[in-house]
C-alpha cells in the first residue's frame, strides 16, 4: 500500500495571504495525484487531478504541482470560501487508492 | 448536471447487514464505473470499492474483502453496497464518487460525489 503523508495538519492563514500544502508519497506515483477540497457536512469535490490540471470550475487560484513522490496545492490568495480540510490521493497504483490523511486550512 | 443520491444508512447491530444504493442521474450511468468511498467520524477518506461500467470486474478495499458486495443496475441507473458482517469500525459516511473515464479501464480519482450516508454500528 502506498502511504501518503500530508503537512502541516493545520495551517493558519489570513485572508488574502498564500497556502502551500504538502504532499509526500511512500513511493513514486508519477503524476497521479488529486487534489480534494471538504467542507464541514459537505461531500469532498475534485480540485485538481494529473497533479496540475485544475477539474471543471475550479478557480486559478488554485495550482497544484509535482511528481514522483512530492506534491503540492498552492492557493495563491485565500478567499473566506477556501477555509476546509484539503485531502491528496493517489491513484497510480490501481485498485488500492489511498488518500492522505488531510491538511486543516483555517483563518488566521 | 451530475448528481449521486446515496440512502440506506441507518444503525446497525455489530455483526448484521445493511445495503446502501446511490441513485444516478445527469450522466450516461451505464458508461462509468462507480466507487464507494467512506470516511469515519472525524477521521479521513478511505477507498472502499469499485465496479466498472458493466458489472463485469469488481475491487475492493483489503478491509472490506469478503464482507461488502459492490454492484449496479444500469437499467435503474443505481449503484449498491451490500455489507454483511458488519464491525464497529465500519461505521462512516459512506459516499458513492463516479469515475471520470467511460468505458475501459478506470483512472482511479473521483470527479463526482454523492452527499453521503450514515452507517453506524453499535449495540
Known amino acids: 500500500e502506498i502511504v501518503m503523508t500530508q503537512s502541516p495538519a493545520t495551517l493558519s492563514v489570513s485572508p488574502g495571504e498564500r497556502a502551500t500544502l504538502s504532499c509526500r508519497a511512500s513511493q513514486s506515483v508519477s503524476s497521479n495525484l488529486a487534489w480534494y477540497q471538504q467542507k464541514p457536512g459537505q461531500a469532498p469535490r475534485l480540485l485538481i487531478y494529473?497533479?496540475?490540471t485544475r477539474a471543471t470550475g475550479i478557480p486559478a487560484r488554485f495550482s497544484g504541482s509535482g511528481s514522483g513522490t512530492e506534491f503540492t496545492l498552492t492557493i495563491s490568495s485565500l478567499q473566506s470560501e477556501d477555509f476546509a480540510v484539503y485531502y491528496c490521493q493517489q491513484y497510480n497504483n490501481w485498485p488500492a487508492l489511498t488518500f492522505g490523511g488531510g491538511t486543516k486550512v483555517e483563518i488566521k | 448536471q451530475v448528481q449521486l443520491v446515496e440512502s440506506g444508512g441507518g444503525v446497525v447491530q455489530p455483526g448484521g447487514s445493511l445495503r446502501l444504493s446511490c441513485a444516478a442521474s445527469g450522466f450516461t450511468f451505464s458508461s462509468y464505473g462507480m466507487h464507494w468511498v467512506r470516511q469515519a467520524p472525524g477521521k479521513g477518506l478511505e477507498w472502499v470499492a469499485f465496479?466498472?461500467?458493466?458489472?463485469?470486474?469488481?475491487y475492493y478495499a483489503d478491509s472490506v474483502k469478503g464482507r461488502f458486495t459492490i454492484s449496479r443496475d444500469n437499467s435503474k441507473n443505481t449503484l449498491y453496497l451490500q455489507m454483511n458482517s458488519l464491525r464497529a469500525e465500519d461505521t462512516a459516511v459512506y459516499y458513492c464518487a463516479k469515475d471520470p473515464k467511460a468505458g475501459g479501464i478506470p483512472v482511479g480519482y473521483f470527479d463526482y460525489w454523492g452527499q453521503g450516508t450514515l452507517v453506524t454500528v453499535s449495540s
Open positions: 465496479i466498472r461500467y458493466d458489472g463485469s470486474n469488481k
Open positions: 494529473g497533479a496540475s
